[in-house]
């Protein structure tokens, strides 16, 4: 790909995210407006800041997005050499390896590439949600101000999934770079060699797809029941807590809330680009590797048509 190809995708992208950063500058301003607690109250212990909105701004635009960019090396130089082992230990007696020829395309897919490690991501953040762990993350003054004083549940699980995600973005992103690494560098495996002789149908996989259906099955189911039981517990304490102070505020913390999923597929801009711009030199290494585990064959796949006999 020539590089004035790369530069309107890449541009298309960094505009997006400049325009999140301008999202959360307004979102920060309107928090202050809504939200004036009596003192300066920190978010968390892990950013030494006394100030609650800027450490919300700084986790979305920096914190969060270099999360994924960690998350990007460690799963794609580390991780994934390490499901193509597993891989080729358990199947590599029944499955025939090869390597396809690299498909190159201009577009550059961030829905796609983004959504599931998101689901992923929110869903291990979930699993933490306990009121130890509260106590640990958040500052205490925020947790008595917003939880107990004010009585905005919703918020205060907004505050704890955002610290939360400073670890399990990077987490997920983890995993699946490991399938955006497997999957560009075109290895697949078959079973052609076991069936020559017998009547069963041709399988044909890329190691990155079935490694990438073990995680979007587990990051889909669990990010829906987190979805759901949060909503339910909303709408439960919500009719629970009409006419108490502050309960009104509910409402748009759970909009804020309902559209992280969105936040953090545009958290993960500056993680693709790097993946794309290191595109070549990543399926270089991981063809490297699938030497030394034996993968060097060069797959060629095509169809043969038959009239059928009746």
């Known amino acids: 790909m020539t590089r004035s190809e790369n530069q309107p995708k890449f541009r298309n992208l960094i505009i997006l995210y400049l325009f999140y950063v301008i999202f959360w500058i307004i979102i920060i301003a309107i928090l202050r407006n809504l939200y004036r607690p009596a003192a300066p109250m920190a978010l968390t212990r892990f950013i030494p800041i006394n100030d609650l909105f800027l450490e919300l701004g700084i986790i979305f635009i920096v914190i969060l997005p270099l999360s994924g960019i960690i998350g990007l090396i460690i799963g794609g130089y580390i991780i994934s050499p390490l499901i193509l082992y597993l891989h080729k230990k358990i199947y590599g007696s029944k499955r025939h390896y090869g390597i396809q020829s690299e498909s190159s395309s201009s577009k550059t897919k961030l829905l796609s590439k983004g959504f599931f490690p998101v689901l992923m991501a929110i869903n291990f953040s979930s699993i933490f949600f306990t009121p130890t762990v509260i106590q640990f993350i958040l500052s205490a003054n925020l947790v008595i101000e917003f939880d107990v004083v004010s009585n905005i549940p919703i918020l205060t699980r907004f505050f704890l999934d955002v610290v939360l ?143 059928r006999s009746e």
């Open 165 to 307: 995600l400073i670890f399990t973005f990077g987490l997920a992103a983890m995993f699946f770079s490991s399938v955006w690494f497997l999957k560009d560098s075109g290895i697949i495996y078959s079973n052609k060699q076991k069936i020559e002789n017998s009547n069963e149908m041709v399988v044909l996989h890329s190691i990155g797809d079935w490694y990438q259906t073990i995680l979007k099955s587990y990051a889909g189911i669990g990010a829906f029941i987190t979805y759901a039981l949060v909503v339910r517990d909303f709408i439960t304490r919500y009719i629970e807590n009409i006419g108490v102070p502050g309960n009104i505020f509910n409402i748009p913390s759970l909009i804020l809330w309902l559209g992280m999923p969105l936040y953090l597929i545009i958290s993960l801009v500056p993680a693709i680009i790097i993946n794309e711009k290191i595109k070549k030199s990543r399926i270089n290494y991981i063809l490297k590797i699938s030497k030394r585990f034996g993968i060097k064959d060069t797959a060629v796949i095509s169809f043969e048509f038959k009239e």
